[in-house]
Nanobody, 117 residues
C-alpha cells in the first residue's frame, strides 16, 4: 500500500526558512516523479516545484529562486527547501507522487506553513 506523508510545516516569520520532507512507502519512489503543490482557502491547488526520477526540476514562476526541490532515492524521500518566505507563501503544502508508466497518482494529507510576523 502506498503512503505519502509530509512533515516539516509550522509557523515561520517572513524572510525565514523551512524544509519540508515527503516520505513515500510502497516501493514506488525511485520510479516516481515527485512534486510539491500548495493550496490556500478558496483557491485551486497550484504547483510549486517538481522533480523527475531523472532529477530534472521545474518551478513555478512565483518561486523566483527561493525554493529548492530535491530527492533522496535511498531514503524514499523528497524535500522542499524554502528560503526567504513571504506572507503570500502561507498555504497548506501537499506532496504528490506520480509513478512512471502508471495512471495512479498519490497525494499526502498536507502540511501547513503559516508565514507571519
Amino acid at each position: 500500500q502506498v503512503q505519502v506523508v509530509e512533515a516539516g510545516g509550522g509557523f515561520v516569520q517572513p524572510g525565514g526558512s523551512v524544509i519540508l520532507s515527503c516520505g513515500v512507502s510502497g516501493r514506488i519512489f525511485s520510479t516516481s516523479a515527485m512534486a510539491w503543490y500548495r493550496q490556500t482557502p478558496g483557491k485551486q491547488r497550484e504547483l510549486v516545484a517538481g522533480i523527475t526520477n531523472g532529477m530534472t526540476t521545474n518551478y513555478a514562476d512565483f518561486v523566483q529562486g527561493r525554493f529548492t526541490i530535491s530527492r533522496d532515492n535511498a531514503k524514499d524521500t523528497a524535500y522542499l527547501q524554502m528560503n526567504n518566505l513571504k506572507v503570500a507563501d502561507t498555504a497548506v503544502y501537499y506532496c504528490h507522487a506520480q509513478p512512471q508508466f502508471s495512471s495512479h497518482e498519490y497525494w499526502g494529507l498536507g502540511t501547513q506553513v503559516p508565514v507571519s510576523s
